[in-house]
């Protein structure tokens, strides 16, 4: 399709394991974003990447949270260490040049630590 | 510091009503831009509309409109004669020019149930 596709749709993880989520934005595409949204909580910012490189990743709770564009088109969401309360729905958004154009959303990748 | 806030967690109507979704904001910037998403079931954010900070001209797309007041800081959002396929998560946002990055800031949501 012609939308953002995130992988997996649920991903359930022990306690202390490390995960990685995946968002395939719109083609062409430059801008990308990661936000985490808890049950009952709207959607809060992790990072923002412009092309290859992080612009901004001043919403990343800890160190334990990373992220990756490599050649400026996926993006992978890598957690280590998980802990219960990472659990959320992480949301991968794209826009066409970032800034303030519209943000395309993804469906999400449902992430539940046991 | 910037900040969304919609006070209405939850709204319950009967299809054909009209309906109001409150939205206030907070920021220290003179450029910024306001959103309104819609989330249904499936979780995927769905755009609705993007306001600027100097357009207060209210705006109407087929059933829904939208009232843009910088004097009191809101932004609601009106549905008029509701239908059950309304029936979602609706979060406004705020973007500041500031931040040159596009990044959003969200309300908590309100859950809009329409009843057939």
């Known amino acids: 399709g012609a939308g953002v596709s995130q992988t997996p749709s649920n991903k359930v993880t022990e306690k202390g394991k490390y995960v990685e989520l995946r968002c395939d934005p719109i083609?062409?595409?430059?801008?990308l974003y990661w936000y985490r949204q808890s049950l009952g909580q709207g959607p809060e910012f992790l990072i923002y990447?412009?092309?290859?490189?992080?612009?901004?990743d001043s919403g990343l709770p800890n160190d334990r949270f990373f992220a990756v564009r490599p050649e400026g088109s996926v993006s992978t969401l890598k957690i280590q260490r998980t802990e219960r309360g990472d659990s959320a729905v992480y949301l991968c958004?794209?826009?066409?040049?970032?800034?303030?154009?519209?943000?395309?959303f993804g469906q999400g990748t449902r992430l539940t630590v046991v | 510091a910037q900040k969304v806030t919609q006070a209405q967690t939850e709204i319950s109507v009967v299809e054909k009503e009209d309906v109001t979704l409150d939205c206030v904001y907070e920021t220290r910037d003179t450029t910024y831009y306001l959103f309104w998403y819609k989330q249904p079931p499936s979780g995927e954010l769905v755009f609705l509309i993007r306001r600027n900070s100097f357009d207060e001209q209210n705006e109407i797309s087929g059933r829904y409109s939208w009232n843009f007041q910088k004097s009191t800081s809101s932004f609601n959002f009106t549905i008029t004669a509701s239908q059950v396929v309304d029936s979602a998560v609706y979060f406004c946002?705020?973007?500041?020019?500031?931040?040159?990055?596009?990044?959003?800031?969200f309300g908590q949501g309100t859950t809009l149930q329409v009843k057939p």
């Open positions: 958004a794209s826009s066409l040049i970032g800034g303030n154009t519209e943000a395309f």
């Open positions: 990447f412009q092309g290859t490189g992080a612009a901004d």
């Open positions: 946002a705020l973007s500041e020019n500031s931040s040159n990055t596009g990044k959003l800031i």
């Open positions: 083609s062409g595409h430059t801008a």
